[in-house]
């Protein structure tokens, strides 16, 4: 199992931006892949970005397409994701995930991730 930590959520404006990051410990981070989901409030769980295990490849839902950008460095066992653009739909929990089986590629569903972070809180106001 790994320990994911996350960091960065706040308030910010709409238009702004903010980097989320999510350290990780207890296994080898850079063999698994890596991700990000979202839950505002009264809503599902959703998907927001994936990348595999050595940053080759990247993921995103539509709605943040081109918004938002995902980012490994594993010689720090790190994960980040940079939002842009950002919107008041954006306002939720975000939360860092890992995958639990090595070299597979990213999935986009809740089920394909076994490992999860406390989530951190972003707002963005109108």
């Known amino acids: 199992q790994v320990q994911l930590v996350e960091s960065g959520g706040g308030l910010v404006q709409a238009g702004g931006s903010l980097r989320l990051s999510c350290a990780a410990s207890?296994?080898?981070?850079?063999?698994?892949?890596m991700g990000w989901f979202r839950q505002a409030p009264g809503k599902v769980r959703e998907f927001v970005a994936a990348?595999?295990?050595?940053?080759?490849?990247?993921y995103y839902a539509d709605s943040v397409k081109g918004r938002f950008t995902i980012s490994r460095d594993n010689a720090k066992n790190m994960v980040y994701l940079q939002m842009n653009s950002l919107k008041p739909e954006d306002t939720a929990d975000y939360y860092c995930?890992?995958?639990?089986?090595?070299?597979?590629?990213?999935?986009?569903?809740?089920?394909?991730?076994?490992?999860w972070g406390q989530g951190t809180q972003v707002a963005v106001s109108s």
């Open positions: 995930v890992a995958d639990t089986i090595p070299w597979r590629q990213p999935g986009h569903y809740t089920f394909d991730y076994d490992d």
């Open positions: 207890g296994r080898t981070f850079s063999s698994y892949a």
């Open positions: 990348i595999n295990w050595n940053g080759g490849s990247t």
